[in-house]
């Protein structure tokens, strides 16, 4: 069974910083593209960023400047730093992992179990 565990969320003033980790575990051949999804209250989920497994990223306006998302290959881990947070940036963030198991196995969507992030003060 393929799992994902989050953690590193939290409560933290404004202009504080966080990171977040995603790891995940069982049976997997391939991951693709990692990323990192956030909802807030009566809001839709939105995109936080994405890193490829060649460490390419993509960032939301919004975090660009001041969150990192990097990855660790052989850990089957991607990260969040979050820097200068806000009180905008509350939300559950979510990690987002699509995996293969085999090489001739149809792609497949992984979330983890979210973490809840409060910048307040």
């Known amino acids: 069974q393929v799992q994902l565990v989050e953690s590193g969320g939290g409560l933290v003033q404004p202009g504080g910083s966080l990171r977040l980790s995603c790891a995940a575990s069982?049976?997997?051949?391939?991951?693709?593209?990692m990323g990192w999804y956030r909802q807030a209250p009566g809001k839709q989920r939105e995109l936080v960023a994405t890193?490829?497994?060649?460490?390419?990223?993509n960032y939301a306006g919004s975090v660009k400047g001041r969150f990192t998302i990097s990855r660790d290959n052989a850990k089957n881990t991607v990260y969040l730093q979050m820097n200068n947070l806000s009180p905008e940036d509350t939300a559950v963030y979510y990690c987002?992992?699509?995996?293969?198991?085999?090489?001739?196995?149809?792609?497949?969507?992984?979330w983890g179990q979210g973490t809840q992030v409060t910048v307040s003060s």
């Open positions: 890193v490829t497994s060649d460490s390419i990223t």
């Open positions: 987002h992992v699509p995996y293969a198991t085999t090489t001739t196995g149809q792609s497949r969507d992984l």
């Open positions: 069982g049976s997997i051949f391939r991951i693709y593209a």
